[in-house]
């Protein structure tokens, strides 16, 4: 079992910054995915990035790529997700989720791929 503690959220102006973090618990997470995913009221819930836990390659969405950075800290056992240049649309509870790996090669973007979930943090950007 892996257990996982969302933080970091608030309420920022546009153009601002805030880091969240996801700490980790349980087992080692060297052959996990690990996910942040946002969810707006009304909205599906959609993949914001990824990051491989052992290799550190990521992927990011189209709508936060060069905005928003994710990484790791294996000494700590967790994940951060930098948002830069927030923007209103940017507005949503957060959540980072973890799955193992195995032999798969593509980023896992979808959430349904993820069994284990952080319990949410929001975010809120003002214009």
């Known amino acids: 079992q892996v257990q996982l503690v969302d933080s970091g959220g608030g309420l920022v102006q546009a153009g601002g910054s805030l880091r969240l973090s996801c700490a980790a618990s349980?087992?080692?997470?060297?052959?996990?995915?690990m996910g942040w995913f946002r969810q707006a009221p009304g909205k599906e819930r959609e993949i914001v990035g990824t990051?491989?836990?052992?290799?550190?390659?990521?992927y990011y969405a189209d709508s936060v790529k060069g905005r928003f950075t994710i990484s790791r800290d294996n000494a700590e056992n967790t994940v951060y997700l930098q948002m830069n240049s927030l923007k209103p649309e940017d507005t949503a509870a957060y959540y980072c989720?973890?799955?193992?790996?195995?032999?798969?090669?593509?980023?896992?973007?979808?959430?349904?791929?993820?069994?284990?979930w952080g319990q949410g943090t929001q975010v809120t950007v003002s214009s």
């Open positions: 349980g087992r080692t997470l060297s052959s996990f995915a």
């Open positions: 989720a973890a799955a193992w790996l195995g032999l798969r090669i593509a980023p896992m973007t979808a959430p349904n791929q993820y069994p284990y």
């Open positions: 990051i491989n836990w052992s290799s550190g390659s990521t």
